[in-house]
């Protein structure tokens, strides 16, 4: 979603910003622009294709300078179009960038009408652009401080004035904004992905701050306009986006990575202990009595999924809840309860706010499992599991997604022993099938040709049905999200039991139905539900364990899963549905990396 990128130097500093947007681009963006400080003019260029396309776009105009502003958007208020791209400029003085969503711009946009301004386009943020350009008092940095007051909303936002030629302001509230100190010379950004290689020296910017960058000075106020002294961090970001490697897509690349993924989150685990989540653990994981897990996307079917270890495993009760929803809705706090966020960026404005809601009723056992140690969820949790990933590109989450649950399993086994329930056999086993995952993963990753056979039929179908029972129905929730987000055929999935209440009536010989089949105790239940669908001429595409006793045969057809992994099952089974989606989405020729309308990281609610 929207990334920032500004800059001010002593030289030409455009391709640092382009290569930020470069950096950023994983985010999602339908539109790009770039402004700069000019000849004591403000000069643009957008574009609503690729940064590459603005790169040679800006080459060819020779547009240069030392101070200015870039951005990717996300369309939300008003279509991507060129009129409707950041920079957005205000009386040819004021340009400004801007990541979130301004809930009263319709009310600032009447008033400023009113006062003569005429608006180029439809978004939020070019009200306050000319906000800013109508309180301008000769200081940006004290306008921009006011002009923030009068706002609603999530934002981040990037500025500068054509009569201020070396100085950028920034200012954040629920949108993430980092500045990074280089020497005589200063950055803004959304991450800091975005200026790996220009500087390591990060500043994370709080609620609320504004921040005046010069060539020599970066000078920062909270929201009550006092001084705040925000530790600089070295933060050693590498641009994830640079390598692809033998890869297509980088969503091929992270689902082949997913060994190495997982190793990584897992090692230096050389027993369950508390102190694996953070020092005060052991003291949290004490007074519990629940788990309350906050998520969104891929990392709610994480959640969902960690569900049914919690309390089958730690026998603790466990609510998972979307964080768009928690956040609005009312609900019975409980202090005795562990809140649990899981979130690859850590950035999710749904997920923060939802955070934020929990702690707000007295929810104070906050634990984050997430993959940016930097990220402001990891800033706000009183505990942290940092799952090692690394950069994940694609939007569609995979990577992300397994090592989330590595880590939920951990925490499963820390909660059981905290609570007595885990003998020091039990632990033993589990670590040892846990310190297997790399290896059973690979060995299923070696399915790819028969699963590129079945997704040349896929290729072909508007709708497919995903089914799996107890702890493999989120996989299949997981599964058709895969699916429906990058091919862009609409995918279901169901709770197998739960066929007969509905979905049937959709099954004809056109839906292909998809069932994840380990032999788990629920085997014989789910194989009645397959008949159900073959009964009504429906085609089965079941993965299934050796020991399932499920073999191919009219209208259904198996792919042999080479393992039954027990309680980590779902970690293999999500892992072929990944590669039906990836190569589904490449015989329809989408953009795999980038799908339309979708973000990777999504700042704004
Ligand atoms: C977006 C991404 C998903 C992700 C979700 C939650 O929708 O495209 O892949 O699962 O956000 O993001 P988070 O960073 O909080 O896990």
Redesign the pocket.
């Known amino acids: 979603m929207c990334g920032i990128v500004g800059a001010v130097a002593k030289r030409n500093i455009t391709p640092i910003l382009l290569q930020g947007l470069k950096r950023l681009e994983y985010r999602g963006y339908d539109s790009c622009g770039v402004a700069l400080h000019v000849d004591g003019m403000l000069q643009r260029s957008r574009s609503t294709a690729r940064v590459a396309e603005l790169e040679a776009q800006v080459e060819k105009s020779g547009l240069s300078g030392f101070t200015g502003i870039a951005h990717t958007r996300w369309a939300t208020h008003g279509a991507p179009a060129s009129h409707n791209a950041h920079p957005h400029f205000s009386r040819e003085r004021i340009a400004l960038v801007h990541n979130g969503i301004i809930e009263n711009h319709d009310e600032l946009r009447a008033e400023l009408k009113a006062a003569g301004y005429e608006f180029e386009s439809q978004t939020d943020t070019e009200v306050i652009a000319h906000l800013v350009d109508q309180m301008y008092t000769g200081d940006l940095f004290e306008t921009v401080q006011q002009a923030v007051k009068r706002l609603h909303g999530a934002y981040a936002i990037a500025v500068f004035c054509r009569d201020e030629p070396h100085r950028v302001v920034g200012a954040r509230q629920g949108s993430p904004l980092i500045v990074g100190v280089g020497d005589g010379e200063n950055f803004l950004a959304s991450d800091a992905m975005a200026l790996a290689g220009i500087t390591d020296q990060i500043i994370y910017l709080e609620e609320g701050d504004v921040v005046d960058l010069q060539l020599q000075r970066c000078w920062i106020v909270d929201s009550d306009g006092k001084p705040a002294d925000r530790p600089v961090r070295t933060v050693h970001a590498h641009s994830g986006a640079a390598e692809l490697g033998p890869y297509r897509h980088y969503m091929q690349k992270e689902i082949f990575e997913q060994p190495r993924a997982i190793g990584d989150t897992l090692e230096g685990v050389t027993g369950i202990m508390p102190e694996l989540f953070g020092d005060k653990a052991y003291d949290i994981f004490k007074k519990i009595d629940s788990v309350l897990i906050l998520?969104?996307?891929?990392?709610y079917y994480a959640g969902l999924t960690a569900k049914y270890w919690l309390e089958s495993i730690a026998q603790i009760p466990v609510n998972v809840e979307i964080a768009s929803e928690y956040r609005y809705r009312d609900s019975v706090p409980n202090p005795k309860a562990l809140v649990v966020t899981?979130?690859?960026?850590?950035?999710?404005a749904d997920?923060l706010a939802a955070l934020k809601h929990a702690r707000s009723m007295d929810m104070t056992n906050t634990l984050t499992i997430c993959n940016v140690a930097t990220s402001a969820m990891v800033r706000e949790c009183a505990l942290a599991y940092i799952t090692r990933a690394g950069v994940e590109v694609g939007?569609?989450?995979t990577k992300?997604f397994t090592t989330q649950l590595a880590a939920l399993f951990l925490l499963t086994l820390t909660l059981a022993q905290v609570r007595g329930r885990l003998s020091e056999e039990q632990e033993a086993t589990c670590l040892k099938a846990m310190r297997h995952l790399p290896v059973a993963i690979s060995s299923v990753l070696a399915l790819e040709p028969q699963i590129i056979a079945w997704a040349e039929e896929f290729a072909r179908k508007e709708n497919a049905l995903f089914l799996g029972r107890g702890m493999h129905y989120p996989i299949a929730l997981e599964g058709a999200l895969k699916l429906k987000e990058i091919s862009y055929i609409h995918a279901e999935a169901y709770p197998a039991g739960e066929l007969k209440h509905g979905p049937l009536a959709l099954v004809t010989e056109e839906m292909p139905v998809v069932t994840v089949a380990p032999n788990d105790a629920l085997i014989e239940k789910l194989k009645s539900n397959m008949q159900e669908v073959r009964a009504r001429g429906g085609q089965l595409y079941v993965f299934a364990d050796a020991d399932s006793k499920i073999a191919s045969s009219e209208g259904l057809h198996v792919i042999r899963m080479p393992e039954h992994y027990g309680k980590l099952s779902p970690i293999l089974h999500v892992i072929p549905l990944q590669l039906l989606a990836y190569h589904t989405a490449l015989a329809r020729g989408t953009d795999v990396d980038k799908p339309r309308n979708?973000?990777?990281?999504?700042t704004v609610e």
Do not use: D, F, N, P
């Open positions: 998520a969104c996307g891929t990392s899981i979130s690859q960026s850590g950035e999710t997920t939007v569609a989450s992300a979708l973000a990777k990281s999504v």
